[in-house]
Structure formats: C-alpha cells, structure tokens
C-alpha cells in the first residue's frame, strides 16, 4: 500500500544532501581565494631608470619588487644576467695613446707626448735625431719649363725684384766713392739712386736667367732653395750659408757642386760691364760685383731658412 509520508522524507533527506554538498564546496573554493591581507603583500615591480632588472633569490619563483628596476631611456639593452649588475660602459684613458705611441718604432704620431725621434721623412727615409722632417720641401726635380717659370716670377713678379733693386741703388750711390760731387741735392742723390737702381735690376734679371733657367737646365740642377731638416738655430745657419756651394741634383736626387749658381753669378757680373760706367768696368769691380751677390744670396738663404719658402 502507498505511504506519502515515506516518500516525502526521502524527498527531504535528498535535498538536504545536495544542499550540503553545495556549501562545503563554497567554503573550500572561499579558501583558496586571497584575502584582503594576501593582496597587500603583492606590489606591483616599480619602474626605477639607471639599471637593469634582476631578480630576488629571497623566496624561489618569486619576484622581489624593490629588486625591479629598468634602463634609462635612450640607453641600449645589452642583455639581462640574473644577480649580476652590468657595469656602464666607458672609453679609454688618455694613457693608452700615449702608451701606443711610445711603442711605436716608426713614431707615425708625431706630436703626441712620448714621441720619438728617428720619424720618417717625406722622402720615406729616416730622419736623423735632432732633424724636423716636416720642414724638408719637395724633391720632386723640375722641369725645363717650370725653371723658366721660376726665373720669371723671380725676376718680374712685384714687389719684391723692384723694392730690392731700389734698395740696392739708394746703397750703391751712397757708398760709391767714385761718384761723389760737393754740394748735392737731394734731387741729385734720387736720381743718381735711380740710375743705380736701374743697373741692379738689370744685373737681377741676368742672373736669375742663367741660375734659375739656362744652366740648371743644361746641369740638370735644382734651382730652388729647400729649406734644411734641422731644428736647432746654428745648424740651420750654416746649411742656408752652405747652399751657395751646394745644391740637389735633378738626375740622382744628391747634393752636388752648385755650378748653376756660382757661373750664373759670375756671368751676369761679367755682362753687367755692357751697362756700368767705364771707371767701373775692370776686374776688380766686376769680380766685387760677383762677390757681393754671393754674399746677399747667402743672407736671402738664412731668411729664406726662417721666415719660410724655397
């Protein structure tokens, strides 16, 4: 026979067992949960610029986020070492330089401290100690028409050959015992120093004819002045004096008898009679000619060693 009452507590008892299934799997997934305390013990990593992240050993599989610190903006990445701080890069001391060029045999670097003697010259051999191969001018020989080109800008090209003559004229006339009149104007003396002048320039131009074109080119010898590879000031002295005497040679790039200079001189002492008045046209005079320019090409060579040129 039917019983209501046992079916409705089975109904009962079935539902109060699926109602306490529910709450014990409430609190369980209640628990696993963090808390409100759990929450304040997770900070977010701060952004810190000067260095590169590295992770904390305090607590394995965890992050520490005082240990989060990143580069700064602009600055390359370089890569990432766990426990290891990457040092900021840096250029080499000046020493290095030094050090380098101290040991250089060859002393490429010149002017930097340490440097040596011995340096190469432009010509690819070694310098002597105490020469300067920086002052040594071009050896390169030239050719026939560039001697006629220097005997042009030597003996046309102002101001130099005409200040020069009319210095040497304004000398000529006051030294010239031959020539003095009592009671001369200064009119007189002007244009007496202007006749003077006109001779020395006639004089400079025959001479730099045959010592900068016509005999360099038939001895193949170099016209020019090279200044010396010297540094100290007497030596310099007596090299400038000495090219009077000496010169470099086309053929063989060697110093040799400077016969270019020498017979030019004297040849041009020797036409200059053609022009100087007759109680000037003897050996004597002529040969005192020959020997005062000589003398001031000497003197043009020290200047010409200290103020620059060639």
């Known amino acids: 026979m039917y019983n209501p009452l046992k079916s409705g507590s089975k109904g009962l008892l079935l539902a109060a067992v699926l109602a306490c299934c529910q709450i014990l799997i409430g609190s369980a997934t209640a628990a696993d949960r963090p808390g409100d ?44 070492q766990l426990g290891v701080e990457v040092p900021a890069p840096s250029l080499p001391g000046e020493g290095l330089f030094v050090e380098s060029s101290a040991a250089d045999p060859m002393n490429m670097g010149s002017g930097v401290p340490g440097a040596k003697t011995g340096a190469p010259s432009p010509s690819g051999k070694p310098a002597p100690p105490n020469e300067n191969p920086n002052t040594v001018a071009s050896t390169v020989p030239m050719t026939a028409g560039e001697k006629f080109h220097l005997f042009l800008m030597k003996s046309f090209m102002p101001p130099a050959p005409y200040a020069l003559s009319i210095l040497s004229g304004v000398w000529d006339e006051a030294i010239d015992s031959k020539h003095k009149k009592p009671h001369r104007s200064a009119g007189d ?42 540094t100290a000031f007497w030596p310099r002295v007596k090299y400038a004096v000495t090219r009077v005497l000496i010169t470099q040679g086309d053929r063989n790039d060697k110093h040799e008898f400077n016969i270019s200079f020498l017979a030019g001189g004297l040849t041009a002492a020797g036409i200059s009679n053609l022009w100087e008045p007759t109680y000037h046209q003897n050996a004597a005079d002529t040969m005192s000619r020959f020997g005062t320019h000589v003398g001031f090409r000497a003197l043009n060579n020290i200047l010409s060693e200290f103020i620059g040129g060639q």
């Open 37 to 80: 305390g759990d929450k304040k013990s997770i900070e977010r990593p701060r952004r810190v610029e000067g260095s590169v992240p590295i992770l904390s050993h305090d607590a394995p599989g965890s992050i520490s986020a005082a240990s989060l610190v990143w580069p700064r903006k602009g600055e390359i990445f370089r890569g990432l």
């Open 189 to 230: 003396f002007a244009a007496d120093s202007l006749t003077h002048a006109a001779r020395s320039y006639a004089f400079r131009v025959t001479s730099n004819f045959f010592e900068k074109f016509a005999y360099p080119v038939a001895f193949k010898q170099d016209p020019r002045y090279h200044r010396s590879p010297y």
